[in-house]
């Protein structure tokens, strides 16, 4: 028996977390909220790779685990494999979502960002949207980074939002 979650229930559990961490939990403290929201995503990435790896064997390289993340265990999450992997060679990882879900539904006004705060009460608007947007994806970096502690690859995830609703994760292994 598969057990399945309404997309829109998870994307609203995710997005009211992300809410009370930042504005009632650690409204004074963004990088305390960020760090924990992380910490949340690593669980659920940890228990969920033990879930999807239990009947596969071992992988033999960093390679495979990340191509078994861009993949299976992204499709599982997202019902869409990563658009694109790029890497290095040495350690570093790029996973390009062109539209990575999470992200279809914020917007920021470019006009509003470039605005000077003086003028108007907006920017302060604008840069609060953004900054909620930026502690949403410590969730899914934490995820991944769970996900690949778990394969036995300890690394840091990071991600870049700069092309709404394109998304992409870096990550590098640790040596």
Not at 50 to 72: G, N, Q, V
Request: charge should be neutral.
């Amino acid at each position: 028996m598969v057990r399945e979650v309404a997309e829109s229930c998870v994307d609203g559990v995710v997005m009211e977390m992300v809410a009370a961490y930042c504005g009632r939990f650690y409204a004074a403290k963004p990088e305390l909220a960020a760090r924990r929201i992380e910490a949340i995503g690593f669980q659920v990435g940890h228990q969920l790779t033990e879930r999807y790896t239990m009947e596969r064997p071992r992988f033999s390289d960093h390679l495979e685990a990340i191509k078994f993340i861009c993949k299976d265990f992204w499709s599982e999450l997202f019902k869409k494999q990563i658009d694109n992997l790029k890497t290095n060679h040495r350690g570093t990882f790029v996973l390009q979502d062109n539209r990575f879900r999470w992200l279809t539904r914020v917007s920021i006004d470019p006009s509003i960002e470039s605005m000077d705060a003086s003028e108007n009460d907006s920017a302060t608007l604008g840069d609060s949207a953004a900054q909620t947007t930026s502690m949403l994806l410590y969730y899914p970096c934490g995820i991944i980074r769970g996900a690949l502690t778990n394969l036995g690859i300890s690394c840091s995830v990071t991600a870049d939002m700069s092309n709404l609703p394109a998304c992409s994760f870096v990550v590098r292994i640790k040596t």
